[in-house]
């Protein structure tokens, strides 16, 4: 099967987007909730997976850099009408590849999506051993003192 879609670097033109995507999942419980001034200054870290035919963003997902050792997969969104098609999966894999060409040793992801991740060679591992990550973005979530994201890594 050719794949009906493209993935790109995400573009000042997809801010809208992403916001729309990534919270209408998080509306659904799916992710935590993104705020536009979070997309619009961390924009060149997000790709945007794209539809071939209507031009559409149906995708998107971001790697930040935590440390020099250390990236995080997140803000991963998949359009449902597209989900289970295989985009969810070429999306990680290419933030995967943007890890390794940054000579990342490592990637985790904090998610509700535990079997897609195990899927693609991540293992549940305990919040605590990534300080890093509660450094950067953790203290400012509402569920901090109550977090039910899995914590997930893979070495590459």
């Known amino acids: 099967m050719t794949n009906n879609y493209e993935i790109r670097r995400a573009i000042v033109d997809d801010v809208d987007s992403i916001y729309n995507l990534t919270n209408s999942m998080a509306a659904q419980g799916l992710m935590l909730t ?7 200054t ?5 790709f945007v997976v794209i539809d071939s035919e209507s031009g559409k963003v149906i995708a998107t997902g971001s790697l930040a850099t935590l440390w020099t050792d250390l990236c995080e997969v997140c ?3 998949v359009h449902p009408v597209w989900q289970g098609k295989g985009v969810g999966r070429a999306l990680v894999e290419q933030l995967i590849e943007e890890a390794r060409r940054l000579r990342m ?3 985790i992801t904090l998610t509700y999506q535990v079997e897609f991740f195990k899927k693609l060679g991540f ?11 509660l450094w950067r973005e953790c ?3 509402p569920k901090l003192e109550n977090c039910d994201e899995t914590a997930m890594v893979i070495s590459i």
Not at 34 to 40: G, L
Not at 42 to 46: E, G, V, Y
Not at 123 to 133: L, M, S, T
């Open 34 to 40: 993104r705020s536009k001034y979070k997309i619009v």
């Open 42 to 46: 961390s924009l060149s870290s997000f």
């Open 75 to 77: 803000a991963l969104a």
């Open 105 to 107: 040793p490592q990637v």
């Open 123 to 133: 293992e549940v591992r305990d919040k605590n051993e990534f300080p890093r990550k």
């Open 139 to 141: 203290l400012e979530c």
